[in-house]
């Protein structure tokens, strides 16, 4: 496979994709970043000074994800330059993508990708505490749609500790399913200054190589540690 482009979804809203996105772009400075959110803006924010390409899949009637948009982004991957598109699905696609998969055939998909060279990989975020059952009920609903076909790999938002008994369910789950795991964590400082720092960098959309060597302290390290 010549090119690759990572769905980063999760049906729970606030979960931490966006936050992902943020850092796999600042992470891969050459990867085309993609804005797969019907309903928010929040990629287009933070990242616009990575000028995103918002890409509409709901079919506004069906509010289901429309095929012809489907097939058409990986036209368009196909034909670009770009090696790597991150693509950042908001809560209202990412709860149709394991429809889609299921009504349309995984196999269909497949073929479309491999005729072009294009390997699609699916970051599935989830969390702990409150968020763990909603996180992992979507996680479960994405695992059964592909059937094994594609590469999922899980990604534990580290803002939501998950309780020993999360994390032993969890692990089990990766390891019956057969998936890989990995964590992230934009904010290890929970302080309120480390807070407010990294919410007023995200707000500013403009990434993170103008800031002060202070400010930027933040970043660099969950980023470099960011095992995607």
């Known amino acids: 496979m010549k090119k690759k482009i990572m769905f980063i979804t999760q049906a729970k809203g606030g979960s931490g994709k966006s936050v992902l996105a943020f850092m796999l772009a600042e992470k891969y400075k050459q990867a085309a970043i993609l804005d797969l959110d019907d ?15 918002k890409v509409s899949f709901l079919d506004p009637t069906t509010k289901r994800i429309d095929r012809g948009a489907f097939n058409g982004l990986f036209e368009s991957v196909i034909e670009a330059d770009n090696e790597l598109f991150i693509a950042d699905l908001g809560a209202s696609v990412a709860e149709q993508l394991p429809k889609y998969f299921s009504m349309n055939g995984i196999e269909v998909v497949l073929e479309i990708l491999e005729e072009g060279g294009v390997q699609l990989q699916l970051v599935c975020v989830v969390g702990g505490g409150n968020i763990f059952k909603a996180t992992m009920e979507y996680l479960a609903e994405l695992v059964e749609s592909t059937k094994g076909h594609l590469d999922i790999t899980v990604a534990h938002n580290g803002f939501y500790p998950c309780s020993s008994e999360q994390e032993i369910i969890l692990r089990e789950y990766i390891v019956a399913n057969q998936l890989s795991l990995i964590s992230f964590d934009l904010v290890k400082d929970k302080g309120e200054i480390a807070m407010r720092t990294v919410e007023n960098v995200l707000k500013e959309g403009n990434g993170i190589s103008g800031l002060s060597p202070f400010t930027s302290i933040y970043f660099k390290k969950p980023i470099e540690e960011l095992n995607l």
């Open 39 to 53: 309903a928010t803006t929040t990629t287009m924010k933070q990242l616009a000074y990575r000028k995103p390409v």
